[in-house]
């Protein structure tokens, strides 16, 4: 048993608000820790496509920029503007469950999409192309998740 699988501390449901909170807490930590390893994972995934070239010939034309374009375009469709994008950049500690999340998971998509378009030798375009929609489709969840549940319906 270790810290992970040894669940004999917890009990089966909140005996209290504090109980639920730190819950609440500890699951935040998991999700921040593991963002920032797809963070980890995705950056070293946009290195990668950042030197790929493709057998039609390929290339990156500016891969000083790839970081920043990939993180630009994961930030937009969730309506993070730039100044706002350099904030949380600098500041995921202060972000709400739900956003870290999406991040966390959309990193965690486009790394895993990147390393499959590469090594199935497709297009740079192509790739680029299925990373905008995943991106988009992410975004769309994400807005769903976060709007009013509880409008009056008239």
């Not at 004999?8 to 608000?17: E, F, G, R, V």
């Not at 390893?37 to 000083?64: I, M």
């Not at 790839?66 to 500041?91: D, V």
């Not at 297009?123 to 192309?129: D, P």
Request: charged share 30%; aromatic share 8%.
């Amino acid at each position: 048993m270790n810290a992970l699988t040894d669940n004999t501390n917890l009990p089966c449901k909140a005996t209290s608000s504090v109980d639920s909170t730190r819950r609440l807490d500890r699951y935040w930590v998991a999700v921040r820790e593991g963002g920032k390893l797809a963070r980890l994972n995705f950056t070293d995934a946009v290195l990668e496509f950042s030197n790929y070239q493709d057998q039609f010939g390929g290339k990156s034309t500016r891969p000083d920029l790839a970081f920043s374009n990939f993180t630009r375009s994961i930030y937009r469709p969730l309506g993070l503007n730039s100044k706002k994008a350099k904030e949380i950049i600098e500041g995921r500690n202060d972000m709400d469950l739900l956003l870290l999340d999406t991040l966390r998971m959309t990193e965690s998509a486009t790394a895993q999409l990147l390393k499959k378009g590469m090594k199935a030798g497709m297009k740079r375009g192509e790739i680029k192309l299925a990373f905008k929609r995943l991106v988009d489709r992410m975004a769309d969840q994400y807005v769903e998740l976060e709007s009013d549940h509880f409008e009056v319906i008239q």
